[in-house]
């Protein structure tokens, strides 16, 4: 029985896309460039020896150009660190594009006792700059805070703009 339906469900399908062939005029056509920009905000989780949890503010551009995706992202995330009980504010800039990510903060730490600036290059795993998995290695002023991290981020979206379409 089931057999029969399936070939039932197949012979319709192709008679409606053939009569659809014969009797459509206009075609939709699928953009070959789009771009817009976006706002939201960021949820960071990170571990490698010390698990750190943090939410940020970040605006994208992004670029779509038939089927190929690339932007980027700047913004600003304020972590906690809970095994040595620091605080991290962290601005960043990335740039992205379909399954790749590169990027470079510059984060600010204290552990309320001292308190240093570093430089972290990214590298990482973008999924259309939504859904993010970075490595990133933390150089600080104060060496003893210097460590690597792999990070997961997930952007809630709160607005989008399209600028252009064709």
Do not use: W
Not at 100 to 118: A, E, M, N
Not at 120 to 148: A, D, K, Q
Request: proline share 2%.
């Amino acid at each position: 029985m089931s057999k029969i339906l399936l070939l039932i469900s197949i012979i319709l399908l192709i008679s409606n896309v053939s009569a659809d062939d014969a009797t459509s005029t206009n075609e939709y056509v699928m953009p070959q460039y789009i771009e817009y920009k976006l706002q939201g905000l960021l949820f960071e989780v990170s571990y490698f020896k010390q698990f750190q949890m943090g939410l940020g503010y970040t605006f994208q551009n992004n670029k779509s150009i038939v089927g190929h995706f690339a932007g980027y992202s700047y913004g600003a995330n304020l972590s906690y660190r809970f095994k040595k009980d620091c605080l991290i504010l962290r601005p960043y800039f990335n740039l992205y594009g379909s399954g790749y990510l590169f990027g470079l903060s510059s984060p600010v730490l204290t552990d309320f006792k001292k308190t240093t600036i570093g430089l972290s290059p990214e590298i990482g795993i973008s999924v259309f700059g939504i859904v993010n998995i970075i490595y990133r290695y933390n150089f600080y002023l104060e060496n003893e805070f210097n460590n690597h991290e792999i990070c997961f981020t997930l952007l809630k979206v709160l607005s989008q703009t399209t600028i252009k379409s064709n």
